[in-house]
Nanobody, 118 residues
Framework: QVQLVESGGGLVQVGASLRLSCEVS????????MAWFRQAPGKDREFVAN???????RHLDSVQDRFTISRDNTKNTAYLQMNSLKPEDTAIYYC????????????WGQGTQVTVSS
């Protein structure tokens, strides 16, 4: 079965950087569109960024100039580079995978906590 494992979260101060990783096993990573979502306490889950099989990316407007999604098909891993972190970035970050033949994200990781302290 397909498994997604996130890592790289933590507690940082305002302005710091973090790089989240999402390693995928049990499937064909190169055929998946990959995405990052986040959920802050008391709020709905929101889309952060995605990257398709051709490395085309899309980012949430509020993170466009600070976050960058990428992927390495040789390592079956997607990344989210987060710079200039703000307190409002505090959330659990989830990665998700959408096979090319599916309309929605089918596989999800367990999440990694990012806390930005002021």
């Amino acid at each position: 079965q397909v498994q997604l494992v996130e890592s790289g979260g933590g507690l940082v101060q305002v302005g710091a950087s973090l790089r989240l990783s999402c390693e995928v096993s049990g499937g064909t990573f190169s055929t998946y569109q990959m995405a990052w979502f986040r959920q802050a306490p008391g709020k709905d889950r929101e889309f952060v960024a995605n990257i398709d099989q051709s490395d085309r990316t899309r980012h949430l407007d509020s993170v466009q100039d600070r976050f960058t999604i990428s992927r390495d098909n040789t390592k079956n891993t997607a990344y989210l580079q987060m710079n200039s972190l703000k307190p409002e970035d505090t959330a659990i970050y989830y990665c998700a995978a959408r096979p090319y033949y599916m309309y929605d994200y089918t596989y999800w990781g367990q999440g990694t906590q990012v806390t930005v302290s002021s």
